[in-house]
T-cell receptor, first 115, second 111 residues
Framework: DAEITQSPRHKITETGRQVTLACHQTWNHNNMFWYRQDLGHGLRLIHYSYGVQDTNKGEVSDGYSVSRSNTEDLPLTLESAASSQTSVYFC??????????????FGPGTRLTVL | DAKTTQPPSMDCAEGRAANLPCNHS???????VYWYRQIHSQGPQYIIHGLKNNETNEMASLIITEDRKSSTLILPHATLRDTAVYYC????????????FGTGTKLQVIP
C-alpha cells in the first residue's frame, strides 16, 4: 500500500547542531508539506513543494530549509537547531491539483527535542 | 484562505451524533470547506469537504448553510475512537494556498 513515512520518529539533539528530518511518500504525489505542531498553536506550515526543484516558504520558515530532488522525498533541515524548534514535525503530501490538492495525507510525525 | 472559528472543546455521549460547528463568515465564493481530524499523537486525517451542497461519505456528513458562513460536521454515531481534535479549513481549488489549520475543536466522546 502507498504510504508516507517519517524518520526518525524521535530525535534529541543539541543547540547549534544541524538536523535533517526525512519524509518519504510512495503515492507519487507532486505536493509535499512540512508542518510543526506546538501546544496552543495548532499546525503551522514551514515549507512546501509543488514538485521536483520547487520549494516555497510557509509561515514559520526561519531556521529551516528543504530541497526536492525527486518526487518521493522532501527532507527538512534545521541549519542550527535552537530550543525554540523543539516540536512535533509532520510531513504531508497531496495530489497534483484541483480539489485533490487540499486532501493532504500526513505522516506519523517526528518528535524533536533540542537541548 | 478563510478565517475559521471553532469552539475549543465539546463532549458527546458514545452512540449519539456529534455535531461540530464551524464559523467561516469570511469565506469567499470559490473556497471549499474542508474538515480534518487528529487523533492523539497521530498525523491529521482528511474527513470531508464541500462547497455549498451538503456532503456525506463513510466517515461523516457536512452541512453548509445557504449563506456559506457556517457549517456543521456530523458524526452520526460517535464512538470512543472518534475522540480527536477536529479542524475546519477554508481552501480554494487548484493547489495549496497556505491553508491554516488553527487550533480546532477537541471532541471528547464519553462512554
Amino acid at each position: 500500500d502507498a504510504e508516507i513515512t517519517q524518520s526518525p520518529r524521535h530525535k534529541i539533539t543539541e543547540t547549534g547542531r544541524q538536523v535533517t528530518l526525512a519524509c518519504h511518500q510512495t503515492w507519487n504525489h507532486n505536493n509535499m508539506f512540512w508542518y510543526r505542531q506546538d501546544l496552543g498553536h495548532g499546525l503551522r506550515l514551514i515549507h512546501y513543494s509543488y514538485g521536483v526543484q520547487d520549494t516555497n516558504k510557509g509561515e514559520v520558515s526561519d531556521g529551516y530549509s528543504v530541497s526536492r530532488s525527486n518526487t518521493e522525498d522532501l527532507p527538512l533541515t534545521l541549519e542550527s537547531a535552537a530550543s525554540s524548534q523543539t516540536s512535533v514535525y509532520f510531513c504531508a503530501s497531496s495530489d497534483l491539483g484541483g480539489l485533490a490538492a487540499n486532501e493532504q495525507f500526513f505522516g506519523p510525525g517526528t518528535r524533536l527535542t533540542v537541548l | 484562505d478563510a478565517k475559521t472559528t471553532q469552539p475549543p472543546s465539546m463532549d458527546c455521549a458514545e452512540g449519539r451524533a456529534a455535531n461540530l460547528p464551524c464559523n467561516h463568515s469570511t469565506i469567499s465564493g470559490n473556497e471549499y470547506v474542508y474538515w480534518y481530524r487528529q487523533i492523539h499523537s497521530q498525523g491529521p486525517q482528511y474527513i470531508i469537504h464541500g462547497l455549498k451542497n451538503n456532503e456525506t461519505n463513510e466517515m461523516a456528513s457536512l452541512i453548509i448553510t445557504e449563506d456559506r458562513k457556517s457549517s456543521t460536521l456530523i458524526l452520526p454515531h460517535a464512538t470512543l475512537r472518534d475522540t480527536a481534535v477536529y479542524y475546519c479549513i477554508g481552501a480554494r481549488e487548484g493547489g495549496y494556498q497556505k491553508v491554516t489549520f488553527g487550533t480546532g475543536t477537541k471532541l471528547q466522546v464519553i462512554p
